[in-house]
């Protein structure tokens, strides 16, 4: 067993009750690193992808790293990683916080649970000891709620991850919750629900060794230093809302369900505004020198907010009412559920109330009123909620009348903040996505604001950049390392590869890093094409496709183009025609 | 020219906007530094930092110092990272 490493996974089956270790290879860890990385081959070892995202038999990964627990900033991550119930695919989504590094003290480099309890409960995993505790008493309660009062009850050295009554009702975008964060994209919560859990709880003491702890600690002083410079002082000094003011002067801002790339009331969203009279304070996950969380006051309480949930519940739905965009998401927060698809989901709504899709007169583009209504009907899963609870693809299903060609999403999952059709290179990234549309596991738009390429005219150029953002994400959420550092690094692979030697003594080469990345993202895909995948889900709604952006005649992506370029990745990945 | 500032420039300058004489995007980086100090550190001896990104008249992205810039040239300034 390699330093950094426990060498094992726990296993819990809840429907047999029976908790335990299994072991994983050098190899494997070698290979795969942890977080994503390590949780999408444990997925391959488990045959998720036969298994329904819902059902007792498929496997949910909460997986650590190498880094955790050790003093490298922003080390303090984890991974949950199943199938995703609201795409089918593969997912993967990340958190922050002391969770990772109790878990990783629980003597384990990953927690893999199967089954489903009898009973509504809280599993516990004390020291590496797993045990069921009845959770009836939390059942309905608010992720923050529920965390507070487990700790409560259980020690307060206990970290939680649970879920809000949105898991419980199995909500296909619910999240799941730890510390005010969320591993927020693809419904985990929705899988941990359906196990019947409402939280997993840890504590423990095992510590790893390092393999050379005076290196590992030099290391860490400089990547601390280097992450209070200019490179991170956007996420320090102003937080990811600030975005939103600098993707509307470039018309890339989505509004009213995509169909414009400005918003008028955009200023009425800026950071600026929505702190006006009322300081805005700032919040660090644990073991964090950056510090990006920027909490903004509301009532008697503050709301930490991001560039996604801003423009989802804002812009897209067309809410220029800051405390109804705030308020929105802190009820997010609260119910457990994903911003980005909630207002991708309820932004698709009121266009199919324009256009006579629907018939709900309430639920009108610029009401934050109507926002706030649908976030509580989706998580109690009433009404036109239990519809919309199960994403914008499912919705357009169900709609019909070609409605399926402005649901926000690829492969199910909702299009985050970034107008495809002004960013091309990350129009690239969301076709191909293994999970579905999304800015965290390709960073493409990075090259659209860069003169590496012609954001309104991708070319086959594109391509390699699309492919190496989504390298360098996969590495980031395997070691994993938050990606708010990555403009820290001048040689990414070679200096990530310097820590993983100090942790680990591995002889490992940025090189190898690379050839790792690539390994990820492939173990990824593969899951997808067992689960079903066809050439077909790598592509992007018909509105994106071969229409101006309405705000800018000049921004169109032809599906010939997207095709070429979709193509131009398989083969550049090694797939082959079928992009497996 | 007219120069446009978001993000980390705008809070160094302390200014949305401005007007200024620059024949390239070098000598314009040079007038900023001079007259805002807490600019500078945006910039490395190549030019602009990698963290800030500059955008010419709404279409190209440009950061080589000997970029020819015209009087009625639009230069927005501003931070490269985006995501969260």
């Known amino acids: 067993m390699p330093p950094g490493y426990h060498g094992c996974y726990l296993r819990i089956d809840l429907s047999v009750g029976r908790a335990e270790r299994v072991s994983l290879s050098d190899t494997v860890l070698r290979q795969y690193l942890g977080g994503s990385g390590l949780g999408a081959a444990l997925l391959l070892e488990e045959g998720a992808a036969a298994a329904d995202p819902l059902s007792p038999e498929a496997p949910l990964v909460f997986a650590f790293s190498p880094l955790v627990g050790s003093p490298l900033t922003t080390s303090a991550k984890f991974a949950v990683v199943s199938r995703s119930p609201l795409t089918g695919r593969f997912n993967d989504s990340l958190a922050s916080s002391g969770f990772a590094i109790a878990g990783k003290r629980c003597g384990c480099d990953a927690i893999v649970i199967v089954g489903r309890a009898d009973a509504f409960s809280v599993l516990v995993v004390d020291d590496g000891e797993a045990r069921l505790e009845p959770a009836e008493d939390h059942r309905g309660e608010a992720c923050p709620v529920a965390e507070e009062k487990l700790r409560l009850r259980l020690g307060a050295d206990f970290r939680i991850a649970s879920i809000g009554p949105a898991g419980e009702r199995a909500v296909r975008y619910a999240t799941i919750s730890h510390d005010g964060r969320h591993a927020g994209r693809g419904g985990s919560g929705a899988v941990l629900g359906s196990k019947n859990l409402k939280a997993l709880a840890v504590r423990g003491s095992r510590r790893c060794e390092w393999a050379r702890p005076d290196e590992l600690i030099e290391l860490s002083r400089d990547l601390s230093r280097r992450s209070f410079g200019p490179a991170t002082a956007k996420y320090r000094e102003l937080g990811t809302a600030t975005n939103l003011l600098t993707f509307n002067r470039f018309g890339t801002l989505p509004t009213r369900n995509f169909q414009s790339g400005t918003f008028e009331d955009a200023a009425r969203l800026s950071p600026e505004q929505l702190s006006a009279g009322r300081p805005r304070t700032r919040a660090s996950c644990v073991a964090c020198t950056i510090g990006c969380e920027h909490i903004y006051p509301l009532g008697d309480s503050g709301v930490r907010i991001e560039y996604e949930s801003l423009f989802a519940l804002g812009s897209l739905c067309g809410v220029s009412d800051g405390d109804a965009v705030l308020r929105a998401t802190r009820r997010c927060d609260e119910l457990g559920i994903d911003t980005i698809s909630t207002g991708g989901t309820i932004a698709f709504a009121m266009e199919c109330v324009e256009r006579g899709l629907l018939d709900e007169p309430w639920l009108r583009f610029g009401s934050g009123d109507a926002v706030l209504k649908a976030i509580e009907l989706i998580g109690a899963r009433e009404g036109l909620g239990n519809l919309l609870a199960d994403g914008s693809r499912r919705a357009a299903s169900a709609i019909g009348r070609g409605s399926i060609a402005f649901a926000p999403q690829v492969k199910g999952l909702e299009i985050p903040g970034y107008e495809p059709r002004a960013l091309q290179t990350m129009a690239l990234g969301f076709a191909v996505g293994a999970r579905g549309a999304d800015h965290n596991r390709s960073g493409a738009y990075e090259v659209d604001f860069s003169n590496k390429v012609n954001r309104r005219h991708a070319t086959l150029e594109s391509v390699r950049h699309a492919i190496e953002t989504e390298d360098r994400a996969a590495l980031m959420d395997s070691l994993i390392l938050c990606k708010f550092l990555r403009g820290v690094f001048t040689d990414f692979y070679g200096e990530t590869a310097a820590m993983l030697r100090a942790v680990t003594g591995w002889d490992v080469t940025g090189d190898e890093l690379r050839e790792t990345a690539r390994r990820i993202v492939a173990a990824k895909r593969r899951i997808n094409v067992l689960a079903g995948w066809t050439l077909e889900e790598d592509t992007l709604p018909d509105r994106f496709l071969d229409t101006p952006l309405p705000t800018d005649p000049g921004a169109v992506l032809t599906r010939e183009r997207l095709q070429a370029l979709v193509a131009e990745y398989h083969r550049q990945r090694g797939w082959d025609a079928r992009g497996q | ?84």
């Open chain 2, 1 to 84: 020219m007219y120069v446009e500032f978001l993000g980390i420039p705008r809070e160094r300058v302390g200014l949305t906007e401005l007007h200024v004489q620059a024949c390239s995007l070098g000598e314009l980086l040079g007038t900023l530094a001079a007259r805002f100090p807490a600019f500078t550190e945006l910039l490395t001896a190549d030019g602009l930092h990698p963290s800030i990104a500059a955008n010419l008249n709404g279409d190209e992205f440009v950061r080589d110092p000997d970029t020819v810039l015209a009087e009625h040239d639009h230069l927005l300034i501003l931070s490269a990272d985006a995501g969260g």
